[in-house]
Nanobody, 123 residues
Framework: QVQLVESGGGLVQAGGSLRLSCATSGRTASFISMGWFRQAPGKEREIVAAISSNGGMTFITDSVRGRFTISRDNARNTVYLQMNSLKPEDTGVYCC????????????????WGQGTQVTVSS
């Protein structure tokens, strides 16, 4: 069982930055792939970024590439999403997610979810 605890959401002006954090705990926390999903009102949930257990593989969706960066600190069992140059269309609920398998996290949906944190970008 993996537990995810998120922090870092909030309100920011367009062009600003936020850093989301997701701390993991549990038996497999050090070996799990992690990622971030988001969902805006009236829109379907989409994957934003993902990172493999050792950090060797990453995924960044096209709409945020060059602005967002995913990283992890395995010593702290924490994954980060650095969000720069934020746009109003980035507004949504951001959820940390994890899975034992990197490809299942990306392609089929993760086994574990955090509670979600609201990110609001004002124009």
């Amino acid at each position: 069982q993996v537990q995810l605890v998120e922090s870092g959401g909030g309100l920011v002006q367009a062009g600003g930055s936020l850093r989301l954090s997701c701390a993991t705990s549990g038996r497999t926390a050090s070996f799990i792939s992690m990622g971030w999903f988001r969902q805006a009102p009236g829109k379907e949930r989409e994957i934003v970024a993902a990172i493999s257990s050792n950090g060797g593989m990453t995924f960044i969706t096209d709409s945020v590439r060059g602005r967002f960066t995913i990283s992890r600190d395995n010593a702290r069992n924490t994954v980060y999403l650095q969000m720069n140059s934020l746009k109003p269309e980035d507004t949504g609920v951001y959820c940390c997610a994890a899975d034992e398998l990197y490809m299942r996290l990306i392609r089929k949906g993760p086994n574990y979810w955090g509670q979600g944190t609201q990110v609001t970008v004002s124009s």
